[in-house]
């Protein structure tokens, strides 16, 4: 999985970029950004685990 494809699943798993950036304590602009840079920045990991319920794992968002 490459790291926009981790970024659209938890996209896709949280219901959207607005509950993702909720979730995330983020602003949407933030969430969006990152789609733009087709990654998720590696500090958020952990947290993209935690709130996917393991379905986006860390080694996703780092495209390994």
């Known amino acids: 999985m490459t ?3 981790a970024l659209l699943k938890a996209i896709r798993v949280m219901g959207g970029k ?3 950036a909720a979730s995330m304590g983020v ?3 933030a969430v969006d950004f990152w789609l733009r840079q087709g990654f998720i ?3 958020n990991a ?3 685990r935690d709130i ?3 379905r986006v794992t860390i080694e996703n968002v780092f495209g390994i």
């Open 18 to 20: 607005k509950e993702l």
């Open 41 to 43: 920045p590696p500090a």
């Open 52 to 54: 996917t319920d393991g």
């Open 27 to 29: 602003g949407y602009t």
């Open 46 to 48: 952990p947290k993209i």
């Open 3 to 5: 790291k926009k494809q």
